[in-house]
Nanobody, 115 residues
Framework: QVQLVESGGGLVQPGGSLRLSCAAAGTGISPYTMNWYRQVPGKERELVADIDTHGTASYEDSVKGRFTISRDNAMNTLFLEMTNLKPEDTAVYYC?????????WGQGTQVIVSS
């Protein structure tokens, strides 16, 4: 079992930056691919970025060059550094831990990009 708790969301102006964190309790995150998703009302949850157990990251096209995913297995924490934020980045951001047989979700943290 893994319990995930996101933090770091908030209100930011366009062009600003935020750093999201996802702290894990229970089993450590090292055996899991870690993912950041986001969701806006009325739309499906979409994968924003993921990082596998070897530290290889991939990104959804709209965030490439602006977002950076990282993980600290010793601290059992996942991060998402978001820069040059745009209004269309407004969403609830969720972290997820996954492997071939398990999926765990956090409760989400709200990000609002608005002037």
């Amino acid at each position: 079992q893994v319990q995930l708790v996101e933090s770091g969301g908030g209100l930011v102006q366009p062009g600003g930056s935020l750093r999201l964190s996802c702290a894990a309790a229970g089993t450590g995150i090292s055996p899991y691919t870690m993912n950041w998703y986001r969701q806006v009302p009325g739309k499906e949850r979409e994968l924003v970025a993921d990082i596998d157990t070897h530290g290889t990251a991939s990104y959804e096209d709209s965030v490439k060059g602006r977002f950076t995913i990282s993980r600290d297995n010793a601290m059992n924490t996942l991060f998402l550094e978001m820069t040059n934020l745009k209004p269309e980045d407004t969403a609830v951001y969720y972290c997820q831990a996954s492997n071939w047989r398990e999926i765990y979700w956090g409760q989400g943290t709200q990000v609002i990009v608005s002037s």
